[in-house]
């Protein structure tokens, strides 16, 4: 297999900075010679990623953890179970946190002073009881300019151990593959090998197959056809699903899905010097904060420090869910403008809209897009999707016939095992696929996940081994000699347990984002490193994602003369220094989405409390009230005040409370005047952080039910 081939030669070199320089002839062909080699030795490809996390656990601080991760749990099933494991370590945890922090003290000092100066890592602020510190005693900033103050968050902190619960790798199939693909890097083909020879294998090819409405939500499967032993793929075939028995049986005992990028013929611009054009790769993850991030997946943490890889602590998201945010970097679009420009809700408007990776291919790359969860997916998701195909590589089909074909295994609703493999691998296989036969040309690629971050905080624990072997497969493949990734989310985690701490308001409010630029930009633009480094503790947003994918088209322009974003004029390239008067409304950043500006806790016995919690309640029943077919809503009246904060200064006021009946749990912000003893406030954007479920089943007007009770 692809990915097993590629995988062989852990870097040692995780300590040094240094790029590798690109082998010599001989040595690459050796460096093959073993892999096929070696191939043969990793038959068994469960077992991979189990021997590869405990090799990379003896390198880090969390070993002990890791090593449990070395049990292979075969069977979704069997995770309630383990579950309990992990809270019996939870000491050992403890430990790993405070390790980590006398690592990020390390980093602090090695990193240039001027841009860490916000960030004072101190160990003895490492245990903390509450994520967010007090404002009294707040000593850590993620930025501290003159016009933001974003509190730093301690993922470590004990109210948020207590609820973490640290997931293993889940292998979907630990039966070995009686069908390997392999692909022939000279030629560029792939082959399918049947590993028994006692068994017959076909498959069906899997083509788009909607029109109209339906046009990303269909595909077609062609009949089965039975293929001899490695069998050449045809280059019109982009995926399939298998079927393997026995001789003389028609039971099917192993079915699969695989996807094929085959170079595009001919090259349509042939790649000149690579070196003018870097490939770009977006590596993206749904609702995961960059807390979150360093809890749950502390290796790929740790690899990407060691690494040349740049983190944006203050990265602001700009809207609520996935659609607006990731709209921002694609099109550089506000909310409503992506609405009524790319309207999504009709067929054909997302073909219509000017997605970055038009740009891109005008400019001669290939382009590629991929995401998982088909129900859920960013453009289908109470939208209609693509009526063509956007990209010249395009995840949807397979991923619409792996859920439908192939038996799936749910964790947490979530459709994670699509036959022998999670939903997430099929994305990453694919981008690693898409990537290798392109390597020599420019590529733009957006590969998004959702299927282990969205429905459950802890669950990227799952995936974090993997990720770093991910990682280390494009760099030996050597993706990152000229390609800048960006690894990133569109927000944090927005409801459950997590969101509902003290801390939830800035949880959800900063997705996780890291860039790695090859060595060659490194050198040839070193003021661009500056400023990236300069800018890990300021604040930025999606619209600056858009600005830098705008800028990675035209490097040589001069700052002043590169394309603004229209949805912020004032964003640009993260390439460039960000000012240190930024605002929130100088980043695009609407003032209820904005982690600037520190938040006192205000008593929540204090008359004024009480009385914005009560005003709030009333207008969420007025709001209802004023909404056609909300008849059957209940009045609602206070429960219980979970908690008040003062943002920053001002006469804002986040608060979350409790409402009855249904103990719906909510959060607004509110504006307190003092003098009227009134508020004003949005009721649309009060969050609901709890699971409304069935609750307001007797209405059928969106914006209710997150507070209609029947
Ligand atoms: C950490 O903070 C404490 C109290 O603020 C201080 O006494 C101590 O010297 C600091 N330690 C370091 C390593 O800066
Ligand atoms: C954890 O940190 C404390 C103080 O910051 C230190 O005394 C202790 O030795 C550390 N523990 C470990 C296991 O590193
Ligand atoms: C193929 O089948 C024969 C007869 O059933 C059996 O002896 C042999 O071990 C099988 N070979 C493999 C590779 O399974
Ligand atoms: C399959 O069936 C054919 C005839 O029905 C027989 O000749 C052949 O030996 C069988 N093969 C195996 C592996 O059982
Ligand atoms: C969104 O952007 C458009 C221009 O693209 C602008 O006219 C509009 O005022 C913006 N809307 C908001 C809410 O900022
Ligand atoms: C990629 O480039 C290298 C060196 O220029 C060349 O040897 C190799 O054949 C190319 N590979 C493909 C698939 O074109
Ligand atoms: C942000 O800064 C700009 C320019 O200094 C200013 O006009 C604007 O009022 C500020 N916005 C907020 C919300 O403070
Ligand atoms: C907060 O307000 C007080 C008085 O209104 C003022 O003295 C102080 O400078 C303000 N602090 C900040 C950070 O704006």
């Not at 390198?59 to 979704?76: C, H, M, W």
């Not at 039966?175 to 498959?203: A, F, G, W």
């Amino acid at each position: 297999m692809l990915k097993t081939k590629y995988q062989l030669i852990p870097t040692d070199d995780e300590h040094s900075l240094k790029e590798k320089t690109s082998a010599p002839w001989i040595l690459q062909f050796g460096l093959i010679f073993v892999g096929l080699v070696t191939l043969a030795l990793y038959t068994w490809s469960p077992g991979v990623v189990q021997l590869e996390a405990s090799t990379l656990g003896t390198q880090t601080a969390v070993k002990g953890f890791i090593n449990l991760e070395a049990i292979p749990v075969t069977s979704v099933f069997q995770q309630s179970t383990t579950d309990n494991e992990y809270s019996k370590t939870a000491n050992k945890y403890l430990k790993t946190a405070n390790e980590s922090s006398a690592t990020s003290n390390e980093y602090s000092t090695a990193d240039n002073g001027q841009s860490t100066k916000n960030i004072v890592y101190n160990e003895s602020t490492a245990r903390t009881n509450e994520a967010l510190q007090p404002e009294t005693k707040r000593i850590k900033f993620f930025v501290n300019t003159p016009q933001c103050q974003m509190p730093y968050l301690n993922p470590f902190s004990t109210n948020i151990l207590n609820i973490y619960q640290r997931k293993r790798y889940v292998v979907c199939d630990k039966d070995p593959d009686m069908l390997k693909v392999i692909y022939n890097e000279k030629d560029q083909t792939y082959k399918l090998h049947r590993s028994d020879t006692n068994s017959t294998c076909c498959y069906k090819q899997i083509l788009r197959a909607g029109v109209r409405t339906t046009a990303d939500s269909k595909y077609k499967l062609l009949s089965c056809v039975t293929f001899p032993q490695d069998f050449v793929v045809p280059p019109d075939v982009e995926a399939v699903i298998t079927e393997c028995r026995r001789h003389n049986s028609s039971k099917v005992l192993q079915k699969d899905g695989f996807s094929f990028v085959h170079p595009q013929k001919p090259d349509p611009i042939p790649s000149s010097s690579p070196e003018e054009r870097p490939s770009v790769l977006l590596w993206g993850i749904d609702s995961l904060s960059r807390m979150n991030f360093e809890l749950t997946m502390p290796l790929t943490y740790k690899y990407f420090r060691a690494q040349p890889w740049y983190e944006l602590q203050g990265y602001n998201k700009m809207g609520d869910n996935t659609f607006p945010n990731l709209m921002a970097i694609l099109t550089g679009f506000n909310q409503t403008r992506s609405y009524s420009k790319c309207r999504p809700t009709a067929v054909g408007g997302l073909d219509a809209c000017p997605m970055i990776w038009k740009r891109f291919k005008a400019e001669g790359y290939a382009t590629a897009y991929a995401e998982d969860w088909a129900s859920i997916s960013t453009f289908d998701y109470l939208k209609k999707g693509f009526r063509t195909r956007p990209t010249d590589v395009y995840g949807r089909p397979l991923v619409l016939a792996l859920e439908k074909e192939l038996q799936k295994k749910y964790i947490k609703d979530i459709p994670y095992c699509l036959g022998r493999k999670s939903s997430a691998e099929y994305i990453y296989d694919l981008a690693e696929q898409f990537t290798e036969v392109h390597k020599n040309r420019s590529f733009f690629g957006m590969f998004w996940t959702n299927s282990f971050s969205h429905n459950d905080f802890s669950l990227p624990s799952a995936m974090d081994a993997r990720m770093v072997k991910y990682m280390r497969t494009l760099d030996h493949n050597g993706i990152m000699q000229n390609t800048i990734i960006i690894f990133f989310s569109d927000h944090g985690t927005r409801f459950g347990l997590l969101r509902k701490l003290d801390s939830g308001f800035l949880e959800e409010r900063l997705p996780v984002i890291y860039i790695r630029l090859p060595k060659w930009i490194r050198d040839k633009y070193p003021e661009f490193l500056d400023n990236l480094k300069a800018n890990k503790n300021r604040l930025t947003s999606p619209y600056d994602i858009h600005a830098t994918l705008k800028h990675i088209l035209e490097l040589d322009t001069p700052a002043e003369q590169l394309p603004r974003p229209e949805g912020c004029p004032t964003c640009h390239s993260v390439f460039q220094a960000v000012s240190l008067s930024r605002n929130c409304s100088l980043a695009g950043i609407d003032d209820h989405w904005c982690s600037c500006g520190g938040f006192t806790e205000v008593s929540s016995t204090d008359q004024m409390a009480k009385t914005i919690a009560e005003q709030l309640v009333e207008a969420i029943n007025q709001f209802l009230i004023s909404l056609k077919g909300t008849q059957k809503c209940r009045h609602l009246k206070l429960d219980k005040i979970m908690s008040v904060h003062r943002k920053g200064n001002s006469s804002v006021y986040l608060i979350q409370l409790s409402i009855s009946p249904g103990g719906g749990f909510l959060e607004a912000s509110a504006e307190w005047n003092p003098k009227t003893q009134k508020i004003s406030t949005s009721v649309p954007s009060i969050s609901r952080l709890d699971y409304y479920g069935t609750q307001s089943r007797c209405v059928q007007v969106k914006e209710a039910k997150k507070f209609c009770v029947c």
